[in-house]
Each structure stands twice: as C-alpha cells, then as structure tokens.
C-alpha cells in the first residue's frame, strides 16, 4: 500500500482518496499538481480499476512520459496498459482501429507540418488559376484553416477578425479549404487537426463505436484543462458522458493561451456542464516566498471571471519584491544585466535567473547588453533578434541604401517580390554590379527594359519601396527608413507571408527604435553587424558557472521556476500588451500573464518599469506603469504595499 499520508499534503490526499463522478481541481501555481495526478492515477489503480481503462491526457508527450514513468514506480507492473498522452496521441491510436467507418483506410499517412504546408499549396494552385498578389500563402492558409477548427469557429469569422485584410479573397479561401478536406480523404491522409476532427466525428457519427470506448473507460483525467480547445473539450465530455468519471486539474489563473486557440470557457463552465462536480483547490505553493505570492495573490484577484483562491506559502518569509523605476529601454538592460553580474558573482548559478518579458521584441536591448557584457544566455522565446528572418530582411533594404554594391542584400530584397526567381534576381544583380550608381540605375527606367515581363510587376513594387524610403529621408536617419520601407511596402508582404504578422511588426518598430539611437545608416549598420558576430561568440561565453541565464517570454516560461526573476517593460502598452487589450476578454488573460510570470520566482523578484519609450510614429513618450501594479498599490511607498519601488538614475 502507497503511504498517501506521507507522501501528500491535506489538500492533494483529498483529491487522490475521492470517489467517482466529475471532478474540478483548480491547482494553483507552485501547488504540487502533477504529483496529485500521479497519485490519483495509482491509487485507481490500487483499488482495483485495471490500467487499461485508464485515461490520461496530456499536454505533450514529454508529460505523458513523465508521468507515466511515474507511475510505474508507484504500482510495478500495473500500469504498462495504461492509456497515456497527448489528445492527438489518443486520438491517433482510436482512429487507426474505426478509420474505414469514416471512409478511410487503416494505412492511412498523417501529414507532418512540412506536407501539410506543401498539400495547401497544390490546393491553392487548383483552384486559383493566376493567384492574385496578396492571396494569403499556404502557410498562412493552413493556419487559419486550424485555427478555425480548433475553436469551432467558421472560417469568415476567423478571417474577418483576426485576418480582416484577406477578407477580398474569402470565396477563395473557403473553396480551398474545400479542396483540402477533399483531397485528403481521396488521398487517405489526415492532417494533425484531423485527428481530434476525426475522432470527434467518429463518435458523433457512429454511436456504438463512442459507446464502446466509454464502456471501456472508466476514468478519464485531464492535465492543464484550462489549456484546452472547443474541440478538446468536447471530447473529453464525449468520452466521460455516461460514467461521468472525469477529473480535470487545471488553474484558470494561468490560462493564458487564447492566441492558439485555447477556450477559457471550457474550465469556466465545467461547474455548469456538471451540477454535481466537486471542486478541490490545491492552494498550498512549495515554490514561492510569502511576499512573492502577497503580490501574485492581490493582482489575480482583481479578475472577475475566476474561480477565487488563496496561494498559501510554505517557504520562509523573503525580500519584497521590487518595483525598479528606469530612465529607459537601454537603462533597464542595463540595471539587468547588472544584476544578473551581482547575483552570479555571490554565488547564484546563471541557469537560476531569468529574464521574463511579455514579447519577444521586449528583450532587445537586454540581448545587446548581455552581448556587451559577454555573458552567456539562452533565448527561449525564439531567435536571436537579428537573426529573425524578417529583421534581416530590414538590415538588407538599409544595406542597399547605404551600399548598392551589397550583393547578398540585393539579392536577399529582390526574391520578396513576385515574379522573381534566383535567375532573375542574378540577371539583375549582372546589371547593377556594372553600373556606376546601382541604386541610381536601378530606379532609372532602364531596369525595367532588362528584366523579364513576368517581373516587372514585382520590381516596380521594389522600386517604389526604396524610392519612398530615399525621400523620406534623404539624409538617411536608419529609423525613418525603416518606417518608410514598412509604410510602402513591407507591412504588406509580412501580412501576406506571415500568420504572426503582428508580432514581426512589433519587432520592426523596436528595431526603428534602436534605430533611432543612431544618426547615420553607417553608423547603426555597423552596429548591427558588431552585435550579430557578438551573438555568435556568446553562444560559448563564459560566465565563470554552469549553465546561463535565462531569456524568455513569460508564455514560454509557464510551468518553470527560477531563483530570481527579472520582470521587462512593467508599463501599460507593454504588460499588459495594447493591441491584447483590444480583444474580449484581454485585459484578464493579460493579467492572469502577470500572475504566470510573478510566480515563476522562488526568491527574488525584480519588476523594471522605463519611465520612457520610443514609438514608431509617435517618438520618445512618458510610460504608464502597469495597471496590474498600480491597481494593487495606490502608494507603493506605504509600508504595506506589496512591494518597494526603486528608482535607478
């Protein structure tokens, strides 16, 4: 027998002993969630209910395997049959036995991201004969074809919100999405969308087959339900209906996950779809000091939507955190990576300090600073900022305005616009290698002589961006030529090529930022390339430890723990993020990304607020500090607050 009252706390023994029927358990941060699941998983099975008809899902396969080896520790030999892993795992292995009933054969091929990209783009070209300029490209389409699945969303609702610039080619759009659901099933392959599609239309579609596996299984738990879709939450009900033996763990305070299509709704409105459920909260955190979790329980609260709870510390009292009042975007890189220097000489191992930031455009000038510094990181949240493809494609407009002798940039530039292939952009690059002035002689009227007829269109396109941006600023100040090239241009190929076109945006105006700091292309050029070789170094830098610190937006920090946390850009605008609050429902999902990002600290936590900032369009501005510290402490001087404030000259 599993000594439960040893191994686990009042609150997690309650969830782990419980009956049958619905089950809620809110767990929040730092609460010993997986070991509550773990633990319920083998005392099921320890009171007799065979491995088999056993379900757990999870989140990924890493968890799943974790788990399970887990587990199998606690009940040798029993658990082997269990059925474990991600919502598309499950779904795979039910659809390989009942396939043929929807029309499929049992060998049926699942498409990996790559071959479902290239299948669009067959699609697109069946069903638009001569594709118009700014038709989405296949990557984008599959993503707005996925996501419109997963929320159960109809398609023009997902374009006119989300993509509302694509709304012109909408009758397109929905035939080739005809097309692509057609041709997959003409081909036997399914995409990984098709397999919770597929699963779920088995078991609308065919009763017995969905009677089957709830006779079947018995227990069904989920992990991270406040992470699921429409499409997820409704097969974990078809599975549970019946029996009703469904626990799902969750915490709705950190659901935060919307942008991929994850429904708030589906923990929200488990006590309304179940009457009779039972909710437990798991409120004790093991990670946090009390001062921490004061912070992180005063913002929560001020969210409406919730289930309420309290996190109770374990850990002995600590420092307060601190709320870090900065000239700037570059003093605060600086104040980081100052202390992140303070910190590792007293001691304290790189890998246990991270710096959280709302999006990744945020940590620029921390990553430039750290770089200076020769200090080692790890940039979670993505690439190095100015190996991004879209910032190198930036770097190469402001190289040919600087230097039309740039080869790699023309050509770089060139292959963007239509009609442009390898051989055309070298025919180009020969005629503007032997002229005088290339980017004279490029905008002259000549160059449209010498090009192909099928790439005029494409470099008259080129030669208006460029042209634009030489007369915006015929001095060449870097950050007004990047707006010029994104105003008359660019803006527009992101939008047709990339579905996180918002994002690489806001990349672009930090860099317009940066920018700004420079008077002359030389000058900034120059700088970028010392930064980009820098970043090269720095990927083997010492820090005189193990490990290195570390770089990430708090989506990508959700789930982990650091000794120290520096929190970036704590201003409105910023955190919460302006163009999130515009959505329903943003400004809690925004907050409920606060509290994520306030309860990855174990120790210390180091909040920085730039007093001002650069906005492309607008210039340097005064901030505002974030909402979410300033609702919880209209004085932070007061003795009470939740935190001190420092102001750093």
Not at 13 to 25: A, I, K, N, Y
Not at 546 to 556: C, R
Request: hydrophobic share 40%; aromatic share 8%.
């Amino acid at each position: 027998m599993i000594p439960y009252e040893r191994e686990l706390n009042e609150e997690q023994l309650c969830v782990v002993l419980e009956g049958e029927g619905p089950l809620l358990v809110l767990a929040g941060a730092g609460s010993g969630k997986t070991r509550t699941l773990i633990y319920r998983v083998a005392r099921l099975i320890e009171t007799g209910i065979p491995p088999w008809r056993i379900v757990l899902a999870t989140f990924t396969n890493k968890a799943a395997r974790a788990m399970l080896t887990r587990v199998a520790q606690l009940v040798p030999h029993e658990a082997g049959s269990l059925w474990g892993g991600t919502f598309h795992h499950l779904g795979h292995r039910i659809l390989r036995r009942h396939c043929q009933r929807l029309g499929y054969e049992q060998n049926f091929t699942i498409l990996d991201a790559e071959d479902a990209v290239s299948f669009v783009g067959a699609c697109i070209s069946e069903v638009i004969a001569h594709k118009q300029a700014r038709f989405p490209k296949k990557d984008v389409l599959l993503g707005i074809m996925s996501l419109a699945v997963n929320t159960g969303t109809p398609l023009e609702e997902v374009i006119n919100s989300r993509y509302p610039y694509f709304l012109t080619y909408l009758d397109d759009i929905r035939a080739v999405a005809e097309l692509y659901g057609r041709r997959k099933r003409e081909q036997n392959v399914m995409d990984f969308d098709d397999l919770l599609l597929n699963w779920r239309r088995l078991f609308l579609e065919c009763p017995d087959i969905g009677d089957e596996y709830r006779r079947r299984f018995l227990h069904i738990l989920v992990d991270e339900y406040q992470d699921t879709n429409a499409l997820q939450g409704e097969l974990t009900d078809l599975l549970g209906k019946g029996h009703r033996n469904l626990m799902v763990v969750g915490d709705d305070a950190q659901s935060i996950y919307a942008f991929r299509g994850a429904n708030y709704e589906n923990i929200l409105s488990f006590p309304r779809r179940y009457p009779d459920c039972r909710i437990f909260r798991l409120e004790t955190n093991y990670r946090s000091t009390p001062e921490i979790l004061r912070l992180a329980n005063l913002s929560i609260e001020k969210n409406v939507r919730q289930f309420p709870k309290v996190l109770r510390p374990v850990r002995a009292p600590g420092l307060k955190p601190v709320l870090v009042s900065l000239r700037n975007a570059e003093d605060q890189a600086q104040f980081a990576a100052q202390l992140i220097a303070e910190k590792i000489s007293s001691g304290i191992e790189p890998n246990q300090i991270a710096v959280l930031y709302r999006a990744h455009y945020q940590a620029l000038e921390v990553q430039l600073t750290l770089n200076h510094r020769g200090v080692a990181y790890e940039l979670r949240s993505g690439l190095r900022f100015f190996e991004q493809a879209h910032v190198k494609d930036m770097v190469a407009y402001l190289r040919i305005l600087d230097n039309g002798r740039d080869e790699l940039s023309w050509k770089r530039v060139l292959l963007q616009y239509g009609g442009v292939g390898r051989v055309t952009a070298e025919k180009i690059w020969r005629y503007l290698s032997e002229a005088p002035a290339p980017l004279g002689y490029f905008l002259g009227d000549e160059i449209l002589r010498v090009v192909p007829r099928g790439a005029r269109g494409g470099i008259s396109s080129c030669r208006r961006t460029l042209d634009a941006a030489l007369r915006a600023s015929p001095e060449g100040r870097p950050a007004v030529l990047i707006d010029a090239v994104l105003k008359d241009g660019y803006e527009t190929y992101l939008q047709e090529n990339y579905a996180d076109a918002l994002s690489r945006l806001d990349d672009l105006a930090q860099l317009a930022a940066f920018a700004d700091r420079f008077s002359s292309l030389t000058e900034f050029l120059g700088e970028v390339a010392l930064q980009t070789s820098r970043a090269e170094v720095g990927e083997d830098g010492e820090t005189g430890r193990e490990g290195k610190v570390v770089l990430s937006t708090i989506h990508q920090a959700k789930g982990l723990e650091w000794r120290i946390v520096v929190i970036l850009w704590c201003v409105d605008g910023m955190l919460p993020l302006a163009r999130s609050l515009q959505e329903p429902a943003g400004e809690e999902e925004e907050r409920r990304l606060f509290y994520v990002a306030v309860t990855r600290a174990k120790e210390e936590l180091y909040l920085c607020r730039p007093v001002v900032s650069y906005r492309r369009g607008i210039g340097h501005e005064q901030t505002r500090l974030s909402r979410f510290l300033a609702e919880v402490a209209p004085s932070p001087y007061d003795r009470d607050a939740p935190y001190e404030v420092w102001r750093v000259e």
